[in-house]
Antibody
Framework: QVQLVQSGAEVKKPGASVKLSCKAS????????MHWVRQAPGQDLEWMGI????????TYAQKFQGRVTMTRDSSTGTVFMDLSSVKSDDTAVYYC????????????????WGQGTLVTVSS | DIQMTQSPSTLSASVGDRVTITCRAS??????LAWYQQKPGKAPKLLIY???ILETGVPSRFSGSGSGTEFTLTISSLQPDDFATYFC?????????FGGGTKVEIK
């Protein structure tokens, strides 16, 4: 069965970087896009970007351009999301979510989600 | 960016009620719309994609309709497990965007 298992909760000080991981299993890792979505307390779900696990190519939401980097390790079936210069309003639960197969359009719905990683930014 | 507006933000209903949630897009998204259910402390769960296609395993009491800019999610007979928050999401183009959510509460 498809599973996305994310790394544990993080507490960071403002200005620091945080790197989250999402390990995929139960399907061909390189065959499906992977997205990152976050949910701040009381806020809407917010799409951050997408990575093609086969090529490593990425597209980021303009809001996060310059601060976010998504990478993958195909040997372990893991994607990573690195967010730099964090501030208090980056406090949120961060989800990885599987998108469409690479043969389809990258903009898609999300059929499987990780369990979420809480990132707390506090001085 | 395409703005997604859901209504109502909160809905009080009883078991057995028919429930309808609306999602409006700020521009046409044809039928590139999905619906999710989220329970407290859990990740969203995909219910419907491409406006009206039920995800495998989702009960048939859930249905979706619409096109262009106006969409609805209907629960034909609300069950105890359905009390949750529901989100719409457009995937007509980047950035992918979500509605603000509709919380379905017990009346």
């Amino acid at each position: 069965q498809v599973q996305l298992v994310q790394s544990g909760a993080e507490v960071k000080k403002p200005g620091a970087s945080v790197k989250l991981s999402c390990k995929a299993s139960g399907y061909t890792f390189s065959a499906y896009y992977m997205h990152w979505v976050r949910q701040a307390p009381g806020q809407d779900l917010e799409w951050m970007g997408i990575i093609n696990p086969s090529s490593g190519s990425t597209t980021y939401a303009q809001k996060f351009q310059g601060r976010v980097t998504m990478t993958r390790d195909s040997s372990t079936g893991t994607v990573f999301m690195d967010l730099s210069s964090v501030k208090s309003d980056d406090t949120a639960v961060y989800y990885c979510a599987r998108g469409e197969a690479l043969i389809a359009a990258p903009a898609s719905n999300f059929d499987y989600w990780g369990q979420g990683t809480l990132v707390t930014v506090s001085s | 960016d395409i703005q997604m507006t859901q209504s109502p933000s909160t809905l009080s209903a009883s078991v057995g009620d028919r429930v309808t949630i609306t999602c409006r897009a700020s521009q046409s998204i044809t039928t590139w719309l999905a619906w999710y259910q989220q329970k407290p402390g859990k990740a969203p769960k995909l219910l419907i994609y491409k406006t009206s296609i039920l995800e495998t395993g989702v009960p048939s009491r859930f249905s979706g309709s619409g096109s262009g800019t106006e969409f609805t999610l209907t629960i034909s007979s609300l069950q105890p497990d359905d009390f949750a928050t529901y989100f719409c999401q457009q995937y007509n183009g980047y950035p992918l965007t979500f509605g603000g959510g509709t919380k379905v509460e017990i009346k």
